[in-house]
């Protein structure tokens, strides 16, 4: 007989990428706190914790509706203990405690505000706060040594963490398209990320190129790089070659979190469209210098003609095209759980590369997306559910 679960959800899946985990869900109030541990614990440096806390907020994104009390969750996977304490006391009070202190702690607001600087990961932060610094401005005026990154992080500190818009993304792909047409005609390219997935902002714009022809795409970054830095588009980059050889990276590695492509992270100077002078009569026609005095904290009426936007560029072959495309979607939950279903469910290995059966002992060669989740017995999710 079928196990009694919760009247609202009877069966939701175990696996990120088994559930269809839409943008607009019922529970954010859940999820934002739960977030909160998350990150606290990434920045403890307790992955396992950290991967917890968002498998937690992640299925209940997937719910159908609001959980208004703990017997809702009955049957629902992926809750621990910690979790299911932290929902139970949001349901009751309206807020956790814990999730309130963490809020206040110097050590999380400190956390955030540093990782916010492009180029500073967790380890660069948490040695900074154990050395005083609380504030991105510190890290300028502390005579730390910045590498390139960093120093256009702080540079272009508060651009960068103002969302990119989809407009600003579809203006972003306008610009990259006519680079790859200039230096490799027939090139395609495709947005990836979390607008593939439909969401309305970012932190970044990320483009998957290839050529229907395989092996034309060899050297591709470098030109592009060049064209744009020779119209004055670039304001950062930061080029990597493809390293990929299927012999050395296959199936006796375990999966990298970072793939191999050729690849160029970057930072664009999109030009802002002109304000119509009834709006902004002092923008129109103002020149402004590329150079700005003081990085940190500027005001909005001294905003240049142009914005910082992010930008990741990829290269694939077009044999590892749907690979990358999966890889390079997201949402990195789902990524996450796509992995860990085809090693732990399938003995498969799954990369932005490649799929290898350890049974079969061979190299499996799907061409689509939809081919893969075949492939690893999953039904197939679209981008717009894979918000896990
Ligand atoms: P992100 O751009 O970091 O995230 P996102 O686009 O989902 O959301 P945001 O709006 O914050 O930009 O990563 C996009 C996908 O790319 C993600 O699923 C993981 C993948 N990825 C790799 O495969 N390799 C990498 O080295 C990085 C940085 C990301
Ligand atoms: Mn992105
Ligand atoms: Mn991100
Ligand atoms: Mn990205």
Redesign the pocket.
Known sequence: TEPSHGAMVPTLKGYACQRRTPLQHHNALLTDALLVLAENAEFCEDEGRSVAFRRAGAVLKALPQAVHKMEDLQGVPCLGGHSQRVIKEILEDGTSREVEMVLQSEQYQAMKALTNIFGVGVKTADRWFREGLRLPSDALNSGHKLNHAQQAGLQYYDDLNT??TKAEADSIGQIVEEAVQAVLPGAEITL????R?G?P??????FLITHPEEGKEEGLMPKVVSWLEARGLLLYQKTNINSYLEATDGPARPPH???RFE?CFSIFRLERPRASPEQHPQAVGEEQPQERGSPLGRRASESPGWKAV?V?L?VSPVSQFAFALL??????L??RDLRRWAGQEKRMSLS?HALYDSTQNRYLRPCSEAEIFALLGLEFIPPSERNA
């Open positions: 969302p990119v990836t990320g979390g607008f997935r969401k902002t970012g932190h970044d714009v990320d979190n970072m793939d690849r992010r990741d990829v890889g390079w979607t997201g949402s990195q789902f990524e932005s």
